[in-house]
T-cell receptor, first 118, second 112 residues
Framework: AQSVTQLDSQVPVFEEAPVELRCNYS??????LFWYVQYPNQGLQLLLK??????LVESINGFEAEFNKSQTSFHLRKPSVHISDTAEYFC????????????????FGQGTILTVHP | DTAVSQTPKYLVTQMGNDKSIKCEQNLGHDTMYWYKQDSKKFLKIMFS???????INETVPNRFSPKSPDKAHLNLHINSLELGDSAVYFC???????????FGPGTRLTVL
């Protein structure tokens, strides 16, 4: 079984400050990792993903996340946030092993609400 | 040119009623999913279909029945609605079970 823990339920921050949203996971098999964002009253959008290769992945709007296998973490960072980054962020994990009973199933964390203040 | 669409966006109904939520994707994907997001924003998978075949069926009451008439559609039918069914239901699709999932806008179901 897999689980995802997002350590902070709410993160308030001022505009242009750096931010880190923490995510830890547990799994008995290799995993793929994802961050999704949900803006107010909207659906989920894929922000970035780690499948293989470089452990540092970036999104088009300045977020980055680093896969740390030894610490089983996939924290999301942005060096300078904007008001428009206010949203709820979900970390998710999925088996990378084909054919298992949970194959294809995304397991989500509880979400972190990022609120950017002017 | 919506990728994954759901109808309706909002659904308000009485306890005991039967209702359906429809999902369509125009991405040419083979795999589709239903997720439930409860009042605490916790997202949990309910079902997944690959090429119209059920591949994931989590512990969901049998009042919930998914139907996939073709690869582009995965509808969710709910019988005898209960208060606890109130949630936001998200449809998603991916090229295959191992590929990135793309989500629809969600359907907010309120059971009174």
């Amino acid at each position: 079984a897999q689980s995802v823990t997002q350590l902070d339920s709410q993160v308030p921050v001022f505009e242009e400050a750096p931010v880190e949203l923490r995510c830890n996971y547990s799994s008995s098999v290799s995993v793929y990792l994802f961050w999704y964002v949900q803006y107010p009253n909207q659906g989920l959008q894929l922000l970035l993903k780690y499948l293989s290769g470089s452990t540092l992945v970036e999104s088009i709007n300045g977020f980055e996340a680093e896969f740390n296998k030894s610490q089983t973490s996939f924290h999301l960072r942005k060096p300078s946030v904007h008001i428009s980054d206010t949203a709820e962020y979900f970390c998710a994990v999925r088996d990378s092993v084909a054919g298992g009973t949970s194959y294809g199933k995304l397991t989500f964390g509880q979400g972190t609400i990022l609120t950017v203040h002017p | 040119d919506t990728a994954v669409s759901q109808t309706p966006k909002y659904l308000v109904t009485q306890m005991g009623n039967d209702k359906s939520i429809k999902c369509e994707q125009n991405l040419g994907h083979d795999t589709m999913y239903w997720y439930k997001q409860d009042s605490k924003k916790f997202l949990k998978i309910m079902f997944s279909y690959n090429n119209k075949e059920l591949i994931i069926n989590e512990t969901v009451p049998n009042r919930f029945s998914p139907k996939s008439p073709d690869k582009a559609h995965l509808n969710l039918h709910i019988n005898s609605l209960e208060l606890g069914d109130s949630a936001v239901y998200f449809c998603a699709s991916s090229l295959g079970p191992s590929d990135t999932q793309y989500f629809g806008p969600g359907t907010r179901l309120t059971v009174l």
